[in-house]
């Protein structure tokens, strides 16, 4: 087994800086003779903690880390105590890493000083009776270990899940300052330089652009007085409606700021309703929902790339057993004994069979359905004929499923027995 996993492992050699000197101990295992001694330098450590976001636990040998582990808390977890949790992180490093840690010497470093002492508590309930049955399965020692020194465990347990888009968010702005050359020395004596705004440029054209609006001029004047319910002034100057930035009738800042809201890489196309709700928790303009319905409606990318959502407009289903049928054939067969090469499909759409005359028949357009001969006969028996919309089976579904079940009988006979197979059959009546 040694040799078959240094194998394995020697395959991606050359990506292993020193590999040889790290495979060494194994290695020497592959001697002939050359015991196999687990010492107390080989035996494992487990750093765990626990909060009320998640449990993280850390598998060491020797100082180095063999593994991670981190889960979030389940529902009824949430209402643990404190002792509870972090133990409920000693547990689930035992579920995860038992084909370590089965058989061997543990040490188990916790935060929680009070879990030193779980072994021989008297009081324990159901639940730390039941852990501690799986914990007595191994040879483990739990240790004292300060919160500030568990630095590892801490921070799988406390992951904060937006620092990694932090970071990538402040490296684009870190290459912006770069490009402006700047140098910056601090000496004995300092002095502000310069100073570096971020704003966005599209709220400013807006701000500019309401002086320009007779409606909103207005309303500026009534907040400034107090008399404008509902509006107010923002403190770079801007007129809000309920906290929200008044867009002025200007149509190019309009198109801007639509056009951000739709095209931009952050949006993606989304959709009228989408887009409404997504704009009117920033900005208000009166008629905004129709004006967003519309900039939607014109956006060429959306109707070349987007399936049209409309509702399904169905078949009414029949009220009563064979008042409504529909038919197809399913032709271009094999010539049988007596000639035949089509089958005639018939199926009533309520009960699925049907051996009376209809009140409607619904097919496709098929030469031999609207030919005069057919529509004379049903008119003279008094059943009305419903054509299928063209290159659109989907409307005689139930015939076209059945046309499926009949064809795959067809190729399961014609590989089975090898002859034809309607030689006899006039008529097949499924139930």
Same mark, same amino acid.
């Given at each position: 087994?040694?040799?078959?996993?240094?194998?394995?492992?020697g395959?991606?050699r050359r990506?292993?800086?020193?590999?040889s000197r790290?495979?060494?101990?194994l290695?020497?295992?592959t001697?002939?003779?050359?015991?196999f001694?687990w010492?107390k330098a080989?035996s494992?450590v487990?750093?765990s903690?626990?909060?009320?976001?998640?449990?993280?636990?850390?598998l060491?040998?020797?100082?180095?880390?063999v593994?991670?582990?981190?889960?979030q808390l389940?529902s009824?977890?949430?209402n643990?105590?404190?002792?509870d949790?972090?133990?409920?992180?000693?547990?689930?490093?035992?579920k995860?890493?038992?084909?370590y840690l089965y058989g061997e010497k543990i040490?188990?470093?916790t935060?929680?000083?009070?879990l030193?002492?779980?072994?021989?508590?008297e009081?324990l309930?159901?639940?730390q009776?039941?852990?501690l049955?799986?914990?007595k399965?191994?040879d483990?020692?739990?240790?004292?270990?300060?919160g500030?020194?568990?630095?590892?465990?801490?921070a799988?347990?406390?992951?904060?899940s937006?620092?990694?888009a932090?970071?990538?968010?402040?490296?684009p702005?870190?290459?912006?300052l770069?490009?402006?050359e700047i140098?910056?020395?601090?000496?004995?004596?300092?002095?502000?330089?310069?100073?570096l705004?971020?704003q966005?440029?599209?709220?400013?054209?807006?701000?500019?652009a309401?002086?320009?609006?007779p409606?909103?001029?207005e309303?500026h004047?009534?907040?400034?007085?107090?008399?404008?319910?509902?509006?107010?002034?923002s403190?770079?100057g801007?007129?809000?409606?309920?906290?929200?930035?008044?867009?002025?009738?200007?149509?190019a *800042?309009?198109t801007? %700021?639509?056009?951000? +809201? &739709?095209?931009? #890489?952050? $949006?993606?196309?989304?959709?009228?309703?989408?887009?409404?709700?997504?704009l009117?928790?920033?900005?208000w303009?009166?008629?905004?929902n129709?004006e967003v319905a519309?900039?939607?409606g014109?956006?060429?990318?959306?109707?070349?790339?987007k399936?049209?959502?409309?509702?399904?407009?169905?078949?009414s289903v029949?009220e009563w057993?064979?008042?409504n049928?529909?038919?197809?054939?399913?032709?271009?067969l094999?010539?049988t004994?007596?000639?035949f090469?089509?089958?005639?499909? *018939?199926?009533?759409? %309520?009960?699925?069979? +049907? &051996?009376?005359? #209809?009140? $409607?028949?619904?097919?496709?357009r098929d030469?031999?359905?609207?030919?005069?001969?057919w529509k004379g006969?049903?008119?003279?028996?008094?059943?009305?004929?419903?054509f299928?919309?063209?290159?659109?089976p989907?409307?005689?579904?139930?015939t076209e499923r059945?046309?499926?079940v009949l064809e795959?009988m067809?190729?399961?006979?014609a590989l089975?027995?090898l002859?034809p197979?309607?030689?006899g059959?006039r008529?097949?009546?499924?139930?």
């Open positions: 087994m040694v040799r078959s996993f240094l194998g394995l492992a395959y991606y990506f292993v800086e020193n590999f790290i495979a060494t101990p290695t020497l295992l001697r002939k003779g050359a015991p001694v010492s080989c494992f487990i750093y903690d626990a909060s009320k976001k998640g449990l993280g636990c850390v060491m040998q020797q100082g180095k880390v593994a991670y582990a981190s889960r389940k009824h977890e949430q643990y105590p404190t002792h949790l972090e133990l409920a992180a000693v547990v689930f490093a035992f995860i890493w038992r084909h040490q188990i470093f935060d929680h000083k009070s030193k002492y779980f072994f021989t508590h009081e309930n159901m639940r009776r039941r852990w049955e799986l914990v399965d191994y483990c020692e739990i240790l004292y270990h300060p500030k020194a568990n630095v590892v465990a801490d799988l347990s406390r992951k904060v937006h620092s990694a932090l970071i990538t968010r402040q490296a702005l870190h290459r912006d770069e490009r402006t140098a910056v020395s601090v000496g004995a004596v300092t002095m502000q330089l310069a100073q705004t971020v966005s440029t599209l709220r400013q054209k807006i701000i500019d309401q002086s320009n609006d409606y909103l001029v309303k004047g009534l907040a400034e007085a107090g008399q404008a319910v509902g509006f107010s002034i403190s770079d801007g007129i809000l409606f309920e906290r929200r930035l008044c867009v002025p009738s200007d149509s *800042v309009k801007e %700021l639509l056009s951000e +809201a &739709h095209s931009s #890489p952050f $949006s993606m196309h989304p959709s009228s309703t989408k887009m409404y709700q997504d009117k928790r920033v900005y303009w009166r008629n905004m129709r519309e900039f939607v014109k956006c060429l990318v959306c109707q070349l790339v399936a049209p959502r409309q509702k399904p407009a169905p078949l029949p057993k064979w008042e049928v529909s038919m197809d054939f399913i032709t271009r094999p010539r004994l007596r000639g090469t089509v089958i005639w499909v *018939v199926v009533d759409r %309520l009960t699925k069979s +049907a &051996h009376f005359v #209809p009140v $409607s028949i619904i097919s496709d030469a031999r359905f609207t030919s005069k001969f006969l049903q008119t003279a028996m008094g059943t009305r004929l419903d299928s919309t063209t290159f659109h989907q409307t005689d579904g139930q059945l046309n499926q795959d067809l190729r399961a006979w089975e027995f002859d197979l309607f030689a059959v008529w097949v009546s499924r139930d």
